[in-house]
């Protein structure tokens, strides 16, 4: 499926942009240490998936990116995960951490 143009914003200026990671799934951007993921759809289940999939980078930073109204969704369900992940909107003006 074509990633939308906001998709394509999220991720930024990654030099590595869908890296594999196993299991037939795939990252959406690594840039350096960090690793970064995009979640457009605002449902617990896609939020947990894309969290799962940055629970597989042991060694980098994570970021996950959803629209500005999903935040405090995806803190919670990051907090439950025990996950210490950085959680920004979209257009990355406003930033959270579980």
């Known amino acids: 499926m074509v990633e939308s143009r906001s998709h394509k914003r ?6 590595r942009t869908e890296v594999p990671i196993g299991g037939g799934k795939r990252l959406d951007a690594k840039r350096g240490h960090y690793a970064i993921e ?3 759809g605002g449902t617990s289940l896609a939020i947990n998936k894309a969290l799962d999939r940055l629970k597989t980078q042991k060694s980098s930073s994570k970021i996950l990116r959803v629209p500005q109204n999903d935040i ?8 439950e995960k025990g996950m210490n992940v ?13």
């Open 38 to 40: 995009v979640e457009r």
């Open 10 to 15: 999220g991720k930024g200026s990654a030099s």
């Open 72 to 79: 405090d969704k995806a803190v919670g369900l990051a907090k």
């Open 86 to 98: 950085t959680i920004t909107n979209l257009s990355k003006t406003k930033r959270k951490s579980s």
